[in-house]
């Protein structure tokens, strides 16, 4: 079992641009959760997600930030227009009902 | 929402010696974890200890759901103990999100 795969490990976006981070879930877990990481913070809740639902974006920005799991293929976190404010780590984690398992995390800097 | 204290915030060690963290939370809990993120970022789950204690070589865990609270301890740390030490809780009734503390800086020193 390769675990939660999160791809790139590391994305430089200009100011402007657009990211996409992927997140593969552990095989047989159909919940994914997505959480950002600001320099010196703990992790913070963005957003939870089933196969082709959203169940709880109450975490993520309203503006710029989409987030789906389709039914086939990883997940993808989309930030459109990037910001400064941006630049953070962002993590993904599956789980069935109990423990959450964690990626690797992506490292999204904005020049 | 639930909120999560850490302590202490930072941690220094010579190696060999023991060490506790403590988490406290403010309400109750359906669920519990202890992870590490280590130097390079990534995130090591522990313990998933929503009450009792748990035992994993020189780490162990004890959490105290009535009194809302839990331990984790490191005995003879290890240069490669270094990292930040979270916890995280989850409560069914605020919904799917697990809950971060902001964490425990260890540095062991050789």
């Known amino acids: 079992n390769a675990g939660v795969m999160q791809n790139p490990r590391h994305l430089v976006r200009r100011r402007g641009q657009e990211a996409r981070l992927r997140c593969s879930p552990m095989k047989g877990h159909s919940h994914v959760y997505w959480y950002r990481q600001l320099p010196e913070e703990g992790l913070k809740f963005m957003v939870y997600l089933q196969k082709e639902n959203i169940i709880d974006e109450s975490g993520m920005p309203k503006e710029r930030f989409s987030a789906e799991f389709p039914k086939e293929g990883p997940s993808i976190l989309r930030i459109q227009q990037v910001v400064r404010g941006d630049s953070a780590a962002y993590f993904c984690?599956?789980?069935?009902?109990?423990?959450?398992?964690f990626g690797s995390g992506t490292r999204l800097t904005v020049v | 929402g639930i909120q999560v204290e850490q302590s202490p915030p930072d941690l220094i060690l010579q190696e060999g010696a023991n060490s506790t963290l403590r988490c406290n939370f403010s309400d109750s809990v359906n669920n519990l974890q202890w992870f590490h993120q280590n130097p390079w970022g990534q995130l090591i789950n522990l313990f998933y200890?929503?009450?009792g204690t748990k035992q994993n070589g020189r780490l162990s865990a004890t959490t105290v759901a009535t009194e809302r609270y839990s331990l984790l301890y490191i005995s003879s740390s290890q240069t490669t103990d270094s990292g930040v030490y979270f916890c995280?809780?989850?409560?069914?009734?605020?919904?799917?999100?697990?809950?971060f503390g902001e964490g425990t800086q260890l540095t062991v020193n050789p």
């Open positions: 200890i929503p009450s």
């Open positions: 984690a599956s789980s069935t009902q109990r423990d959450r398992t």
């Open positions: 995280a809780v989850f409560r069914e009734t605020s919904g799917s999100r697990l809950t």
